[in-house]
């Protein structure tokens, strides 16, 4: 009987550990500071930031222009260091990562949606979103692009070139892209910001509608309530911190 105990103990300690860390969030932001030097002094762009992300979770980030939102973005992807603090993306302290490092740890964990789209313009719709993935070794690169084009709504406009595409048409191509590689994190900087209302509408629903297809964690930095009102939470940053906005039910 004794014997036959150890295994089980070892069981219910692995289901113990992996409860854990399934409760973790999967970003964490402790004491993070930004300070940059310039002619006038130093400027305190982030003040102290403590926020935590969960896995699947929706959260909208609003905030006036200059209160360090975009700059909080930079620095959950490994983009731009802190002063001070730490960050931790599913698991993973990038403060002690080198430059190539944080690049493939980008590359497998998270996606970005630019307000700019930032599509290649000698490249096909289908390329865009094939080409990160190749770069990830996804051996089946264009199959998986031409699913997520498909998702997108893009079927019909996988062979076309960014300028032969409306801007809406070009942001679902971006979207693709950000989603296809199945990452942990999708980031959206401002993504109706060149669109109109209606259009800048659509896109939103199909970056939700991937979302909780994939159960993709999406953090949106946006000016419009309504989108704000659409996630799980609001953070509002205001003069380099961050505080809980209300919302409304």
Known sequence: MREARAP????????????????QPLVQLRGVALTLESAAGAVNILRGVDLDIGASETLAITGPSGSGKSTLLAVLTGLERPSAGTVTVAGHNLGTMDEDALALFRRNTIGIVFQSFHLIPTMTALENVAVPLELAGNKDAFAVAGASLEAAGLGPRMGHYPSQMSGGEQQRVAIARAFAGAPALVIADEPTGNLDTNTGAAIVDLMFSIQASQHTALVLITHDRTIAQRCDRIIHMQDGRAVPATKVT
Do not use: P
């Not at 089980?8 to 409760?23: G, Q």
């Open 8 to 23: 089980l103990v070892t069981l219910i300690a692995f289901m113990m550990s992996s409860m854990a860390a399934a409760s």
